[in-house]
């Protein structure tokens, strides 16, 4: 097995590295340094000792963005505590069922979490945070609450001179040692809690720092969107950049494109990590009505002008993202075909990344220079992949791997991990890919979600799906079956149709124009019979994907 570092000894070493640095800053709000970072992890820990939380015991967090989640999350690691995210979309009743499921002895909860949690359902939890001040809202240990009231009496007996950089002594983990237990967002049943050791964490860091240390200097800003109860925005957002000593800004409210695209502009990120949606979304309204006109396509068509025109083009949409990127990385789900291939057309830094969260997310990534249309990447560094194939350059199969990345397994669920995790430790991803003789993969959708044609054919619904999302007033669909045909269900673009003052039926007419446009450039077993709309957005799960168990159509 490769062999691998602390993980909490490169977070202790990024804080005094960098101890004047500014660290952590709530969006259009405070900013903490390293150091402030550091005196709240020590006063975070007093609290920790006095509510009888040991090495081992689960710590859980459940609020939006912040730097005081954050803080809260790199407490919990460097005290040997495990930390358990927990998203704040869930309900009250998934919150109450992860906390008591994964054993959690406190609870940091936001804003909005605080309002809506009752302390009495979560009966094992030794006491509540509030996480904008770290105020104990609720606690059933008299010295926790002593602990609280006389904290900064009990700092100042343990550091009575100064705190600095020399106290700093965190724990020392080791490569199979449980650092978090990440509970799947999941779309049908109750969610799994992924148990996550460090060794994994370590991995997709080593990992990442080899990729972007070397492209983005010291200190770099990064505008952090992407949830970080989930491993992607907790991976590739903030536990990479904190590591490397980066500024981290969140975004403390819902990351709509104009709130991303405004933080761009006044941040001036070094690098962006994004799903499809948000990206997706800034481009076709902000950048295809500047730059698709039909005069610009043909300047872009002309031999020697058309390389300036692109060259030009490129400059002016890294500005749209604040000028200063190295490149765009999107994950989570595959970009837009036709978003894809205009960046790639133009020159402009985008790359794919590929990963789950049992494997602390990252599986496939490769940097920009080499990134190839259509393909999530290569295998990570400290990962196997492979294709369940007969001939994994043609035939889609499941895509599977193994690795420092993967889990331990599910928290309590034998039969779920044997299910997913092999003999020969493979774990099964449920995905489908080809992949190249060189590596690179191709995503061909979820085993769950490819839908048997009439005749037996594989039809893979998300490459329908990705043809018609770039067609006229598609906002955003989904392809089902109705017995033996298939159906498209459609969320109109309906503030687009209210500019053109469409109606109804002329939306209807738009849709059908589409459908035997899209039908005219699929196989007979995957054309559609009909589209149907929908008057409201699809439902989708914390990080943005369409629950497709709930538009199913029964025969």
């Not at 906390?99 to 939890?125: C, E, I, R, Y």
């Not at 690098?271 to 076709?284: A, D, G, L, N, Q």
């Not at 400290?382 to 791997?401: A, K, L």
């Not at 054309?527 to 943005?544: A, G, H, N, V, Y």
Request: proline letters at 5%.
């Amino acid at each position: 097995m490769d062999s691998t570092q602390s993980f909490n000894n490169i977070i202790q070493k990024s804080i005094v590295d960098n101890w004047n640095q500014d660290a952590l800053t709530d969006y259009k709000g405070a900013t903490l340094q390293y150091h402030d970072v550091a005196r709240k992890i020590e006063k975070l820990h007093i609290m920790f000792e006095n509510s009888g939380v040991e090495r081992g015991d689960k710590i859980a967090l459940c609020g939006r963005n912040s730097s005081h989640w954050a803080t809260a999350f790199l407490a919990t690691l460097a005290y040997g505590a495990v930390v358990v995210p927990v998203q704040h979309e869930f309900t009250p009743e998934q919150v109450y069922n992860i906390v008591n499921h994964s054993d959690a002895k406190l609870l940091f909860v936001g804003d909005v979490a605080a309002t809506m949690l009752d302390f009495s359902q979560m009966p094992a939890l030794e006491g509540m945070f509030y996480l904008p001040d770290f105020s104990l809202m609720e606690s059933r240990s008299q010295k926790l609450t002593y602990a609280r009231d006389h904290l900064n009496e009990l700092f100042g007996k343990r550091y009575p001179k100064y705190f600095r950089a020399e106290h700093i002594l965190y724990h020392i983990d080791q490569p199979d040692e449980v650092a978090m237990i990440n509970y799947t967002s999941g779309t049908t049943g109750f969610s799994k809690g992924v148990v996550l050791p460090y060794k994994a964490l370590w991995s997709n860091y080593d990992y990442l720092q080899s990729m972007v240390a070397p492209n983005i200097p010291k200190g770099s800003h990064i505008v952090s969107f992407l949830p970080m109860a989930h491993m992607y925005g907790l991976m590739c957002d903030f536990l990479l950049h904190f590591c490397l000593g980066s500024h981290i800004s969140f975004l403390t409210r819902v990351p709509s494109p104009s709130l991303v695209a405004e933080a761009c502009a006044s941040i001036r990120p070094n690098i962006i990590c994004s799903v499809p949606m948000i990206i997706e979304k800034i481009v076709r309204k902000r950048i295809f009505p500047e730059f698709q006109t039909p005069k610009i396509k043909l300047l872009m068509n002309m031999p020697i002008l058309g390389t300036k025109v692109k060259e030009r083009i490129c400059e002016q949409v890294k500005e749209a993202f604040g000028g200063q990127i190295y490149e765009v990385v999107v994950g989570g789900a595959s970009l837009s075909r036709e978003v894809e291939e205009f960046f790639v057309s133009i020159g402009f830094p985008i790359t794919i990344a590929y990963g789950t969260t049992e494997t602390a997310p990252i599986i496939t990534m490769s940097d920009w220079h080499h990134f190839v249309p259509g393909s999530c990447g290569t295998p990570a560094k400290h990962m196997e992949v492979r294709i369940d194939s007969t001939d994994p350059e043609n035939i889609p199969g499941e895509i599977i791997t193994r690795g420092l990345n993967v889990m331990h397994g599910y928290y309590k669920n034998p039969e779920a991990t044997h299910a997913v995790i092999d003999k020969e430790g493979w774990f099964h991803t449920g995905d489908l890919a080809t992949m190249r003789a060189d590596g690179h993969v191709f995503i061909r959708g979820r085993i769950k979600n490819m839908l048997l044609g009439s005749n037996g054919q594989n039809i893979y619904p998300e490459e329908i799906e990705d043809k018609l999302n770039s067609m006229a007033l598609v906002c955003e669909s989904l392809i089902v079956q109705d017995g033996d045909k298939l159906v498209g269900l459609v969320y109109p673009d309906m503030d687009e149709a209210a500019t053109m003052g469409f109606s109804q039926n002329d939306i209807a007419e738009v849709m059908e124009q589409n459908r035997q446009e899209l039908n005219a450039t699929l196989p007979p077993f995957c054309k559609l019979s009909s589209i149907r709309l929908q008057d409201k957005e699809f439902e989708k799960t914390p990080k943005r994907s369409i629950k497709r168990y709930k538009y199913k159509i029964e025969s």
